[in-house]
């Protein structure tokens, strides 16, 4: 079994994955076999909706999320 994270892309009227070719050649994958895709979503698209859901479960952290937040800021230059 193989995990891969991939973004979907437009392709024509539809939406398609690109299937890295490391994970093509390792698997000696071939154009038109079929595969068996199992779909998990990420819901969490922002910091701030992920730090949200980690209150509403209740998890705590040892800096404040305005530190948190700076840091990212930081980092992201």
């Keep these: 079994m193989v995990n891969i994270t991939a973004k979907l892309k437009r392709v024509g009227n539809s939406l398609g994955i690109i299937v890295p070719s490391d994970v093509?050649?390792?698997?000696?994958l071939k154009e038109g076999e079929e595969l068996f895709i199992n779909i998990h979503v990420n819901e969490?698209?922002?910091?701030?909706?992920?730090?949200?859901?980690?209150?509403?479960?209740?998890l705590n952290f040892k800096r404040s999320t305005q530190e948190i937040l700076d840091e990212i800021d930081r980092d992201s230059d």
């Excluded at 093509?24 to 000696?28: A, H, I, L």
């Excluded at 969490?44 to 209740?58: D, F, I, N, T, Y």
Aim: cysteine-free.
């Design 44 to 58: 969490v698209s922002s910091v701030g909706q992920m730090l949200a859901e980690a209150r509403r479960h209740k």
């Design 24 to 28: 093509v050649d390792n698997n000696d």
